[in-house]
C-alpha cells in the first residue's frame, strides 16, 4: 500500500460532509492539507481542528468555485503550493430541485452545471500541467450512481453526474502514460447536507432516509483513502457504493 504521509491534497467544498471527512481521514495518515470552500467560518474551524489533532499544515481557501475569473485568479496566486500537490479530490458539488424537467428551475440548472460540471474542470485544468510536469498525482472526482442510471426530476442533475463520468474516462486516457491516476466514485444515498441544499427543508431532506440506514460521509471517505493508498500501478477507476438497504436508484427496502 501507498504510503501518503508528507502529500499534499487538495479537496474542494470541504466545510462539510464527504469533503469534510475526506479533510479528516487524509491528516490522519499525515497528509497536507488545501482546503477549499464558501464558508470562512467552517473552514478556519476544521484547520483549527485537524491542526491540533493531527499536526499536518492546512491551507483553507474561501472562494466560489463555480466563478470561474475568481477561481483561476485565486489558484494563480497559489501556483507554488499547486505544484506540489499530489492528490486532487473534486468533491464539491450538489443538486438543486426536484420537480419535472418542465417544471424545473433554469437557476437550478445552471448552478448545478456551474459548480457539478464547470468548477470541477476550472480546478482540474490547472492542475494537471503540474501533475504531468512531476509525472505524478491521483485525481479522485465524486460523481454519483445518478451519473450512471437517470431518475425521475433529476434529469439535469444526473446530466452533470454523467458529465463526471465522462470527464473522468477522458482525463484517463489523455494521461495514460504520465503515472497520473483518475478515480470517479459514485456513491447511492449518503446522509449530510446535500438533501437540505436540493429540497431546501430540512424535514422533506430528513424523510429521504426514513426508515432505511443510508451511507455516511465517512463511508466514502474511507473508500476514497482506501483507492488512494493502493500501490502505484493500480488504479481504481470506478467505484459504485450503495448502502446496503439500497439496491439501485428506484429499489430502497424501508422497515
Request: charged share 25%.
Amino acid at each position: 500500500m501507498t504510503d501518503l504521509k508528507g502529500q499534499l491534497a487538495l479537496i474542494t467544498g470541504a466545510t462539510s460532509g464527504i469533503g469534510k471527512a475526506c479533510a479528516f481521514q487524509l491528516a490522519g495518515e499525515g497528509v497536507n492539507l488545501i482546503l477549499t470552500g464558501r464558508r470562512e467560518g467552517r473552514l478556519d474551524e476544521i484547520k483549527k481542528e485537524i491542526e491540533d489533532k493531527f499536526k499536518v499544515g492546512v491551507c483553507v481557501l474561501c472562494f466560489d468555485l463555480s466563478k470561474k475569473e475568481e477561481t483561476l485568479n485565486l489558484l494563480e496566486d497559489y501556483r507554488d503550493r499547486l505544484s506540489k500537490l499530489d492528490i486532487l479530490i473534486n468533491n464539491a458539488g450538489g443538486a438543486h430541485g426536484a420537480d419535472p424537467f418542465d417544471k424545473s428551475s433554469i437557476e437550478d440548472w445552471e448552478i448545478m452545471i456551474d459548480i457539478n460540471i464547470k468548477g470541477l474542470l476550472y480546478i482540474t485544468r490547472l492542475v494537471v500541467p503540474y501533475m504531468k510536469e512531476n509525472k505524478s498525482g491521483h485525481i479522485v472526482n465524486l460523481g454519483s450512481v445518478a451519473g450512471r442510471w437517470v431518475y425521475p426530476n433529476g434529469s439535469v442533475y444526473c446530466a452533470t453526474k454523467h458529465a463526471v463520468k465522462a470527464i473522468s474516462e477522458g482525463l484517463r486516457a489523455d494521461l495514460l502514460g504520465q503515472n497520473i491516476r483518475v478515480t470517479n466514485i459514485e456513491p447511492g444515498m449518503v446522509k449530510t447536507e446535500f438533501a437540505e441544499v436540493r429540497f431546501k427543508d430540512k424535514e422533506q431532506a430528513n424523510a429521504i432516509y426514513k426508515g432505511m440506514t443510508p451511507l455516511t460521509a465517512n463511508d466514502i471517505a474511507e473508500s476514497i483513502l482506501w483507492s488512494l493508498k493502493q500501490p502505484g500501478h493500480v488504479n481504481i477507476q470506478e467505484m459504485v457504493i450503495f448502502p446496503t438497504d439500497q439496491a439501485s436508484v428506484f429499489q430502497v427496502h424501508r422497515s
